[in-house]
């Protein structure tokens, strides 16, 4: 399962505690080498370049929030 699709297709409603529960769920989860699975999924047209770029802002918002880089 890719971190898209744990997400689902609309934000959750129940905020920030929802999506880093559903992130740690995924992280649990999540095989493989990240890079090349981000790219397949650009690749096959699953996620387009906006949505990989939303999902990297996202990223990086979160990452200061938790302390960070």
Request: no cysteine; net charge positive; aromatic share 8%.
């Amino acid at each position: 399962m890719s971190f898209f699709d744990s997400l689902g297709s609309t934000m959750p409603q129940n905020g920030m505690q929802n999506i880093l529960q559903r992130f740690q769920q995924f992280q649990r989860t999540f095989t493989g080498n990240p890079q090349q699975q981000v790219q397949q999924l650009l690749n096959s047209g699953k996620v387009t370049q906006q949505q990989y770029q939303q999902a990297v802002q996202m990223a990086q918002q979160l990452q200061r929030m938790m302390g960070g880089k």
